[in-house]
């Protein structure tokens, strides 16, 4: 799982693309078993590679950086996200929102040898309404023959429909161009938002740890509470909160002040409004019920934003609720339950009370500036050296891989590509990221560390 060759003018692209900030967002929308994992598979193609490389990177994944003709975009899998307990009509409905909300364009996926159906026309009309450039993917034409499955797909309405097999390939280069037609040059979230702009933060948490009362505290006032009709779709609502004498953009705030009444799915359809704000924000703050055990629900909405590559503050909110057995349980929860962001910074706070309110600023600059650090590559390759000298990698099948070179291609959050005499094992590439992080800090970062192997 690792790219062969020194091709250093991918490190240069990587680096020519670092300072452009977020890449536009391709959404892959559909109904179950359309073929939309295997698409975004193919999309990545090689790519993927390096994504698996990310020390610690697992499970639950959102989004991906895929490459085409030169240009990078991230591209979100939704197929993951369906075997939930929603019906089907409603999670493809859910998942079509999210779309809308968060991406810059869609690719839509039908199978082509099925035809369409009354789901895959109510999602139609859902995009249709949100105006985002659409591109439809026919899918599953293996050969010539069903081409002509392909055309019926024109009925749509949505224009051309690209007929492709994701499974061998055939005819997805075309599809592709066409997307990077539909996708803008930046994204259109994150217009108005580089350096100089308010820094965005997302205030993500499973329901009921109190990120509506947060919001009201930091923003120092009762706001009306807006009800919405659960699945109608509107546009997302940032709110500017001056805090710390800065004014900061909290995005998708109507994700969290909408009150949904899905008896069944509630916990799907949070998740999907969550993965939308991650999208747009810089910084992650996620609230945890500190007065309950830490859930795998908390610990999918850290690997979230971990994995979208978001600094990252965790805040333990119900502070006044704790007694002493609580905190001490509390404590021991997270040593052993996210010991794997130990580096987000944490503030135990109240919306309550209000206690502890002012550390909140201060945690989340202090996760901005380890995001945007950048170690220069004569520090760099000096620190690696170092390591190499004192920490070998163990000697494997009587060789022993070793690191050449390093460059830290990015920012926003740092990635690194290390240059390797041979495969890095995962336990090692935990160990340099460990090491990075005593040396060079980077306090609320994840980092991405890819390997590329000369044979
Ligand atoms: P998803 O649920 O939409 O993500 O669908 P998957 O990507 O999991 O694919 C569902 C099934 O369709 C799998 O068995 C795939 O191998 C198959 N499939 C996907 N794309 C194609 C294709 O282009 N041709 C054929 N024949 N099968 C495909
Ligand atoms: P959300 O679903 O994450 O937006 O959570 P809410 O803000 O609606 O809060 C859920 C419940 O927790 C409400 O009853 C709040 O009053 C309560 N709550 C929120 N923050 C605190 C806190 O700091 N202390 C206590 N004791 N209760 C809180």
Redesign the pocket.
């Known amino acids: 799982a690792v790219q062969e060759g020194f091709d250093l003018t991918d490190v240069e692209g990587d680096l020519a693309a670092a300072g452009h900030g977020p890449l536009p967002v391709l959404a892959v929308v559909?109904?179950?078993?359309?073929?939309?994992?295997?698409?975004v598979n193919r999309i990545l193609g090689r790519r993927e590679a390096v994504v698996e490389d990310r020390p610690g990177v697992t499970r639950d994944r959102v989004s991906y950086e895929a490459e085409w003709s030169g240009r990078r975009f991230k591209v979100v899998d939704t197929?993951g996200w369906?075997q939930d307990v929603l019906g089907i009509d409603a999670s493809v409905a859910a998942q079509a929102e999210f779309a809308i909300e968060a991406a810059d364009a869609v690719v839509f996926?039908v199978d082509a040898t099925v035809g369409a159906t009354d789901t895959d026309e109510a999602v139609v009309k859902l995009l249709r309404r949100a105006g985002k450039p659409v591109v439809l993917c026919a899918?599953?034409?293996?050969g010539p023959s069903a081409e002509a499955d392909a055309a019926m797909l024109w009925s749509l309405g949505l224009g051309e429909p690209y007929a492709?097999?994701?499974?061998?390939g055939r005819g997805t280069g075309d599809m592709l161009d066409a997307v990077l037609e539909a996708l803008p040059e930046a994204p259109a979230q994150t217009f108005g938002a580089t350096i100089g702009g308010p820094r965005r933060i997302a205030l993500i948490g499973r329901p009921n740890v109190g990120k509506s009362s947060l919001l009201n505290k930091v923003a120092g006032e009762e706001r009306v509470v807006v009800n919405e009709v659960a699945g109608t779709t509107r546009d997302p609502v940032d709110e500017m909160i001056e805090l710390g004498g800065i004014t900061w953009k909290f995005v998708d705030t109507a994700g969290i002040r909408r009150r949904v009444h899905l008896q069944e799915g509630a916990d799907y359809y949070a998740s999907l409004r969550t993965a939308a704000a991650v999208e747009k924000a810089e910084v992650a703050v996620v609230l945890i019920d500190a007065s309950e055990s830490i859930s795998v629900q908390d610990q999918r909405i850290i690997t979230m934003a971990v994995e979208a590559g978001r600094a990252l503050v965790i805040a333990y909110n119900k502070w006044d609720t704790l007694d002493e057995e609580r905190r001490y349980y509390l404590e021991r929860e997270i040593e052993t339950e996210l010991v794997q962001i130990q580096w987000a910074p944490r503030v135990n706070v109240s919306a309550r009370t209000g206690r502890h309110m002012e550390k909140l600023v201060p945690a989340i600059e202090t996760a901005l500036a380890g995001w945007e650090t950048r170690v220069p590559t004569g520090r760099l390759n000096s620190f690696l050296g170092e390591i190499v000298a004192s920490h070998p990698h163990p000697i494997r099948g009587g060789k022993q891989p070793r690191i050449l070179f390093g460059t830290q291609a990015g920012t926003r959050p740092p990635r690194f590509v290390l240059f390797a005499s041979g495969f890095l094992e995962a336990g090692y590439r935990r160990f340099i990221e460990r090491r990075l992080r005593e040396e060079f800090g980077f306090e609320g970062t994840p980092l991405q560390i890819s390997v590329r192997v000369r044979e």
């Open positions: 559909g109904r179950p078993n359309v073929g939309k994992s295997t698409l197929g369906e996926v899918n599953k034409v293996d492709v097999s994701a499974l061998h």
